[in-house]
């Protein structure tokens, strides 16, 4: 007898369903495939790593993986929560792989990467939250290949004392962590987080080491208005947010939160403008923008940006 298929949301299974709308032209990308995307996927399966390219279902993927780009998700392939927009599984977590981080490095070290995003799934059941893992992962990364530059992407971390100061001690060049979507939507979007949470780690970890870049990320077409997404702009400006992205939500399945609409790319554009008249170093605005989409461009110009801006005038 086959062995049945374990569904891979049952904690979503009950949800009503809600029907996949249909993509406009201008956000169909072509399936992925290739040569070095797949020289890319057997690296990770080797390492028996996971990717929230491939856990998130990312549309980006094929285009990354030809450029031999990938992001790193540590800490398991299984989520404590169960937010309404995520693909990534729900349930019981995995054990820590002790060999992660040094598999991590190997990873980047193989693929030349001058600059690696780490993110990870949430882990309410460890007692810090696995922020002394994503340190272990920043140490060994800087010690196999010390030019490349390290950007995270984080849990909020809620309620685990002391665990924003770890990770942002080990010095990472960016500390992301994602708003996601307006306040208003959390209970149905975001239901196992806080909107003020969020904003409060973002804020601290300017208080804790000004010099690391702060950044975070917002999906659109999910029911918000322009006014609220203006209010998160002037709430992570007040926070000393350095980089925003701005993307298109795109519902994965059936059992996840129906697309509202589909925000026109011109729409995106007068967010960007409203961004960085705001006063944000770096804004990303588009139907496909994701937290790591051109992650290692984006980081040259967040360089320079800062530059500029420290730069006397004469």
Partial sequence: MDTPVKPRHPEKANRPDN??????????????????????????RGLK???????????????????????FMILGSVCTRACAFCNVATGKPDLLDPHEPEHVAAAVAELGLKHVIITSVDRDDLPDGGADHFAQVIARIRATSPSCTIEILTPDFMRKDGAVEHVARAKPDVFNHNLETVPR?????????RYFTS??????????????????????G???TKEEIAQVMDDLRAAEVDFLTIGQYLQPTPKHAAVDRFVTPEEFESYATLARAKGFLLVSSSP?????????VDFAKLQ??????LRPTS
């Fill in 304 to 309: 320079a940006a800062r530059e500029a801006r």
């Fill in 49 to 71: 790593l996971n990717t929230v390219c491939e856990e998130a279902a990312c549309p980006n993927i094929g285009e990354c993986w030809k450029h031999k780009h990938a992001t």
């Fill in 222 to 224: 999910l029911g918000e």
């Fill in 199 to 220: 904003l409060s780690l973002l804020s601290h970890v300017k208080e804790i080491d000004p010099t690391i870049f702060t950044k975070s990320g917002l999906m659109v």
């Fill in 185 to 193: 939507l959390y209970p149905t979007i975001r239901p196992g987080a």
């Fill in 288 to 296: 496909l923008t994701r937290s790591s989409y051109h992650a290692d």
């Fill in 19 to 44: 029907p996949v709308a249909k993509k406009p032209e201008w956000i169909r990308v072509k399936a992925p495939g290739g040569a070095a995307y797949d020289e890319t996927r057997e690296l990770m």
